[in-house]
């Protein structure tokens, strides 16, 4: 059984930054991509950044130049650092490695 478990989340105020990070256990045969989304209350989830095999990453517009994803498909491992917040970055975001996806983390941003 595969489970995908994110950390990192937390309360940070305008202009700071947050790390966070997301590791799969169990068996996968192959992994293509990974990817961060996140929700919003009242707000459809939407993809943050992917990233593919061979290093292609993308990135929603509101967040590029302000977050990096990273990390590295064999050993199932994937972070997001995300630099000079805005308190509309607030939602709960999910890690998604191949098909399984994690439990979500929180993540406000407020003064």
């Known amino acids: 059984q595969v489970q995908v478990v994110e950390s990192g989340g937390g309360l940070v105020q305008p202009g700071g930054s947050l790390r966070l990070s997301c590791a799969a256990s169990?068996?996968?045969?192959?992994?293509?991509?990974m990817g961060w989304y996140r929700q919003a209350p009242g707000r459809q989830r939407e993809l943050v950044a992917s990233?593919?095999?061979?290093?292609?990453?993308t990135y929603v517009d509101s967040v590029k130049g302000r977050f990096t994803i990273s990390g590295d498909l064999v050993k199932r491992t994937v972070y997001l650092q995300m630099n000079s917040l805005k308190p509309e970055d607030t939602a709960v975001y999910y890690c998604?490695?191949?098909?399984?996806w994690g439990q979500g983390t929180q993540v406000t941003v407020s003064s």
């Open positions: 990233m593919y095999s061979g290093g292609t990453t």
């Open positions: 169990g068996s996968i045969f192959r992994i293509d991509n």
């Open positions: 998604r490695i191949h098909v399984f």
